[in-house]
């Protein structure tokens, strides 16, 4: 069945069926009122952080994602915000262009996605829109709350630079389909599913705020080359990059490629959705290493003052860093 057959109500209410909440606090939910009615008595936090980010079709949707898929992705992308907030997400809205000749199996699927993704970060979806549109859009919308919420402007001459997780892994899955490059097929799996189904780092960022070590924090959401100059420009400093030191996929994926430019995947590429944080210098040695274990992360740099911009440290003295990665304009 397609979804103009259903008819907007039907499809609302075949949506809002799969996003009912048992959390006391949200005294009204997806399609129950005008409104969704959050008791914010509950909460025990000082700030409220919101963020909104969107998925379009032509734009955003790699070739070959699932339904599941595109419905998880819009979750985790506005997720991966909050992660980079040091926040606990709490609630999330979600608005749906969707062409009238949508499959009602391909809605169902999408809707799970976004359940399963809300749920496993336990994140109540509570409400959204749906509207015709020429092709699919997804705009989410996710809340959440934070007792010091970690920004961009902090970091300072002589900070470490650290990452989470490892870098490169979605730019290798694009590749893969856009360029038609041969890995083999673990490898490929794990480099599409990495592109298709990104995993926001909600406990790590968690753990990164609660540390109180971190000065400055976001996350690599369209490279890490834009996403150091976006850090470096908030926080008016430079970084120095030991780039042998940056995780560039993992040691078996490495060793199973040949004639791949790490630089450009690791750098260059969006679709990470790992943090990128400063630390600062003066942290104890044993307080580093139990955070560290914690998260885990690695050490990619120091912070150096602004005019030095934003360079690798080579052997040969310093060579600067292209600015550039995705960006929609």
């Known amino acids: 069945m397609k979804i103009e057959q259903l008819g907007e109500i039907g499809l609302i209410e075949r949506i809002t069926k799969k996003f009912r909440v048992n959390t006391e606090s949200i005294a009204v939910g997806a399609g129950e009122d005008d409104c969704a009615v959050i008791e914010l008595a509950r909460a025990d936090y000082k700030y409220l952080v919101a963020t909104t980010d969107m998925l379009q079709e032509s734009t955003h949707l790699p070739v070959g994602i699932s339904p599941f898929q595109i419905g998880w992705s819009a979750v985790a992308v506005n997720l991966s915000d909050i992660a980079a907030m040091g926040a606990r997400p709490y609630a999330f809205t979600i608005a749906m262009g969707l062409p009238a000749h949508t499959e009602t199996a391909f809605v169902d699927a999408m809707v799970e996605?976004?359940?399963?993704?809300?749920?496993?970060?336990?994140?109540?979806?509570?409400?959204?829109?749906?509207?015709?549109?020429?092709?699919?859009?997804?705009?989410?919308?996710?809340?959440?709350?934070?007792?010091?919420?970690?920004?961009?402007?902090?970091?300072?001459?002589?900070?470490?630079?650290?990452?989470?997780?490892?870098?490169?892994?979605?730019?290798?899955?694009?590749?893969?389909?856009?360029?038609?490059?041969?890995?083999?097929?673990?490898?490929?799996?794990?480099?599409?599913?990495?592109?298709?189904?990104?995993?926001?780092?909600?406990?790590?960022?968690?753990?990164?705020?609660?540390?109180?070590?971190?000065?400055?924090?976001?996350?690599?959401?369209?490279?890490?080359?834009?996403?150091?100059?976006?850090?470096?420009?908030?926080?008016?400093?430079?970084?120095?990059?030991?780039?042998?030191?940056?995780?560039?996929?993992?040691?078996?994926?490495?060793?199973?490629?040949?004639?791949?430019?790490?630089?450009?995947?690791?750098?260059?590429?969006?679709?990470?959705?790992?943090?990128?944080?400063?630390?600062?210098?003066?942290?104890?040695?044993?307080?580093?290493a139990t955070l560290q274990k914690k998260v885990g992360i690695s050490v990619i740099g120091v912070v150096v003052p602004s005019e030095e911009g934003i360079c690798f440290k080579t052997g040969q003295g310093k060579e600067q860093i292209k600015i550039k990665g995705y960006q929609h304009f």
């Open 113 to 288: 996605g976004i359940a399963d993704c809300a749920s496993a970060y336990d994140t109540a979806v509570v409400g959204g829109d749906i509207t015709r549109s020429k092709e699919l859009i997804l705009t989410g919308t996710c809340f959440g709350f934070a007792d010091k919420p970690v920004r961009r402007t902090g970091a300072k001459v002589g900070d470490l630079i650290c990452v989470t997780g490892s870098v490169g892994n979605a730019a290798l899955g694009l590749k893969i389909l856009k360029e038609g490059l041969t890995v083999p097929q673990k490898v490929e799996e794990t480099a599409k599913k990495a592109l298709f189904q990104p995993v926001p780092r909600i406990p790590e960022g968690i753990s990164l705020a609660d540390s109180g070590l971190v000065t400055s924090m976001l996350d690599i959401s369209d490279g890490l080359a834009l996403a150091l100059a976006e850090l470096a420009r908030s926080s008016k400093v430079g970084f120095e990059i030991y780039e042998a030191k940056v995780p560039v996929l993992s040691e078996e994926m490495r060793a199973a490629l040949r004639d791949v430019d790490l630089r450009e995947l690791a750098f260059f590429y969006g679709g990470d959705y790992e943090l990128l944080f400063t630390v600062d210098a003066d942290v104890l040695a044993d307080e580093f």
